[in-house]
C-alpha cells in the first residue's frame, strides 16, 4: 500500500512493550487526522441532514460511500504508521507476536 508522501505517518514510536499501548505520532499527523475526521464529522451530519429531508435514496448512499471511503483514508494512514513504526520495532525486538495482532486488524479492515 501506498499512500500520498504528504500523508504518510512521520516515524514516531507508537507502542511500548511494557504494556503502555498508546500512539506517539507527530503534531503533523495528529492534525492531519483530527481534519480529516472533522470532514468525516461533517459528512455525518450531511447525511443524517439528507434523510430528515427525505432526500433520494441513491444521493444519500452515494453520500454514505463517500463517508465510508474518507474513514477508510484514515485507517490506511494509521495502518501504514503502525507498520512502519510500531510492528517494525517490535519486531526487531524479537516480538513477532505482532504479527498475529496486525492479521487481526487487516481482517477487520477487509470487512467493511
Known amino acids: 500500500m501506498s499512500l500520498n508522501p504528504d500523508t504518510l505517518i512521520e516515524l514516531d514510536s507508537c507502542c511500548a512493550l511494557d504494556g503502555d499501548r498508546k500512539s506517539h505520532h507527530s503534531d503533523k499527523v495528529k492534525n492531519n487526522l483530527v481534519t480529516r475526521l472533522n470532514r ?5 451530519r450531511g447525511i443524517k441532514g ?10 444519500v448512499i452515494t453520500q454514505i ?9 484514515v485507517a490506511k494512514i494509521l495502518l501504514e504508521g503502525h507498520m512502519r513504526s510500531c510492528v517494525l520495532e517490535r519486531i526487531q525486538q524479537g516480538d513477532t507476536e505482532v504479527l498475529d495482532e496486525v492479521l ?3 481482517q477487520r479492515l477487509l470487512k467493511k
Not at 40 to 44: A, K, L, V
Request: proline content about 0%; some cysteine; hydrophobic content about 35%.
Open 40 to 44: 468525516i464529522e461533517g459528512q455525518i
Open 104 to 106: 487481526v486488524t487487516i
Open 65 to 73: 460511500s463517500a463517508t465510508q471511503s474518507a474513514l477508510n483514508s
Open 50 to 59: 439528507l434523510i430528515e429531508r427525505d432526500s433520494y435514496c441513491d444521493d
